[in-house]
Each structure stands twice: as structure tokens, then as C-alpha cells.
């Protein structure tokens, strides 16, 4: 069992830059694969980057490449998520999430355990 838990959500304008971290429990942190997705309201929750265990692959959205960066430190058991050049659009649910059973994973059902997010507003 995993439990996560995020922070560093708030408001903030556009061209702005937020970190998003991620405390997970557990000892078999450095086994995870690691994973971001938001949810804006009246949408799907979508992906945005996701990273391996021992963080040699790392994917993003198309609508993030360049401006995200994910990151982790398995000695603190955390996940990053920086993010730059926020948009307008950017605005939603951030979600931690994490799973086992694969070493590359990019869409909802491939993660079995998930945080309860934390709030991004990017004000034009």
C-alpha cells in the first residue's frame, strides 16, 4: 500500500512557475513508477509527465514538453513536478500517482495508487 500525498498547488499568474511535490509512504518508493495528471473541471483527468523508478525515462504531454519538468528523489521519497511559462489552460487538479506492476506507464488505469491532488490556477 502507498499513500500519497501532494503540495505546492496555488495561484499564481501567467508566464508564472510552480513546484509541485509528491510525499509518498512506504519503503518500495524506488520501485514506482512515478506519474502527474490533472483534471480541469468538466474534463477528463488527463497525463502530463511521468517518470521511472530509477528515473532514466521520463514522458510528457505534448501540451507540456518544454515548460514541466518531473523529477524524483528516492532517498526522500518525493516527486516533482516543476512547472514553468504556465498558462491560463494549465489551471486544474494536479494528481500524484503510482504503480508497481510496470516501469513506463502514461494513462489513468495503468496506476493503481493516487494522491487527492492539489489545486493550480493560472490567472491571465
Known amino acids: 500500500q502507498v499513500q500519497l500525498v501532494e503540495s505546492g498547488g496555488g495561484l499564481v499568474q501567467a508566464g508564472g512557475s510552480l513546484r509541485l511535490s509528491c510525499a509518498a509512504s512506504g519503503r518500495f518508493f524506488r520501485g514506482y513508477v512515478m506519474g502527474w495528471f490533472r483534471q480541469a473541471p468538466g474534463k477528463e483527468r488527463e497525463f502530463v509527465a511521468a517518470i521511472s523508478s530509477s528515473g532514466v525515462w521520463t514522458d510528457y504531454a505534448d501540451s507540456v514538453k518544454g515548460r514541466f519538468t518531473i523529477s524524483r528523489d528516492n532517498a526522500k521519497n518525493t516527486v516533482y513536478l516543476q512547472m514553468n511559462s504556465l498558462k491560463p489552460e494549465d489551471t486544474a487538479v494536479y494528481y500524484c500517482?503510482?504503480?508497481?506492476?510496470?516501469?513506463?506507464?502514461?494513462?489513468?488505469?495503468?496506476?493503481?495508487?493516487w494522491g487527492q491532488g492539489t489545486q493550480v490556477t493560472v490567472s491571465s
Open positions: 500517482a503510482a504503480d508497481s506492476r510496470r516501469s513506463q506507464a502514461t494513462m489513468v488505469l495503468q496506476y493503481a495508487y
